[in-house]
């Protein structure tokens, strides 16, 4: 792995993890669901249209097609969704730790279910990684952290999952920009009906919710997304994965500076259990995978 590829890897990691902080900001000022609609619409207008500007097409594959209502409903609208809906009730580090589990429930499936071969690095980082969710977890319950804010994040994680082992690949035959932009209206338009029905609109408008609002469209929702495709088509998916035990980490670390959420000590030598935990499931899947296995592990 060259230089590149890890800057390309530690900066999409950064990005991802922001996006629970920026998130947590956006809907004690906003309505979730109405965010997440208008912040779909502008990101997905603007990735067609660069697309188009740069002579993309709408004849997608077949892959592609799929990709795009998978991933559009599964990850950007259920798997964001209950984690917007969530972070109205739990702090960003709890749902960032949470949502880094998904390479860990990838890896578990294809492990029970598709027979998949995980060596036995692989077995010990899967009890190291749901163990340390499972010690911040009782640690925050015990603690007072809403149940439903919890389950919801769980449910949006399991959902990112279905879509991970649903859609192998989403970047075949070009037009990249145009699978994510069609990705992204696809979840605005499967979360509108919901919105319009049970949110108001109310928002309270402040200089901090324009600016997490106008970070989390481009930042995590666009930029993130590309630099996840160039990684993969650098040193492909399996390889690229191995970034993710680095999202408790940040998720941790900048909501703590930004937000200032408390820190206990079992949050701490959780977070490090469960980077453990992931990085060795990673390793131990890179060694029985093809190294250039396509699959999108998109981002928030």
């Keep these: 792995m060259d230089i590149r590829a890890i800057l390309l890897g530690l900066l999409f990691a950064?990005?991802?993890?922001?996006?629970?902080?920026?998130?947590?900001?956006?809907?004690?000022?906003?309505?979730?669901?109405?965010a997440l609609v208008l912040r779909y619409a502008i990101s997905g207008i603007v990735g067609i249209g660069i697309a188009r500007a740069l002579g993309q097409s709408w004849n997608l594959t077949g892959a592609q097609w799929r990709a795009v209502l998978v991933f559009g409903v599964c990850q950007n609208a259920i798997y964001l969704g209950f984690?917007?809906?969530?972070?109205?009730w739990i702090e960003a580090s709890l749902a960032a730790i949470i949502a880094s589990t998904m390479p860990l429930m990838v890896a578990a499936t294809n492990w029970a279910v598709f027979r998949e071969k995980l060596p036995a690095l692989g077995m010990i980082g899967l009890a190291a990684g749901f163990g340390g969710v499972a010690l911040i977890m009782g640690q925050r319950i015990s603690g007072g952290a809403d149940g439903m804010g919890l389950l919801l994040c769980i449910l949006g994680a399991m959902a990112l999952t279905a879509a991970t082992l649903t859609v192998k690949s989403a970047s075949g035959s070009g037009n990249l920009l145009m699978v994510v932009g069609l990705q992204l209206m696809a979840g605005g338009l499967a979360l509108l009906p919901f919105a319009a029905l049970f949110e108001p609109v109310a928002v309270d408008w402040t200089p901090a919710l324009a600016a997490a609002f106008l970070y989390t469209t481009f930042i995590p929702g666009l930029l993130a997304t590309f630099i996840w495709f160039i990684l993969v088509g650098r040193i492909g998916a399996t390889r690229a994965a191995t970034f993710h035990f680095l999202n408790p980490v940040f998720g941790v670390a900048i909501a703590r500076v930004l937000l200032g959420e408390p820190l206990q000590a079992t949050d701490l030598i959780g977070v490090?259990?469960?980077?453990?935990?992931?990085l060795a499931v990673q390793l131990a899947r890179a060694e029985v995978r093809a190294p250039v296995t396509q699959q999108q592990d998109g981002p928030n």
Excluded at 14 to 34: G, K, M, Q
């Design 83 to 88: 984690n917007f809906i969530a972070m109205q």
């Design 272 to 278: 490090v259990v469960i980077a453990a935990g992931i």
């Design 14 to 34: 950064l990005i991802w993890s922001s996006a629970f902080t920026s998130a947590r900001i956006i809907v004690e000022a906003a309505p979730p669901l109405w």
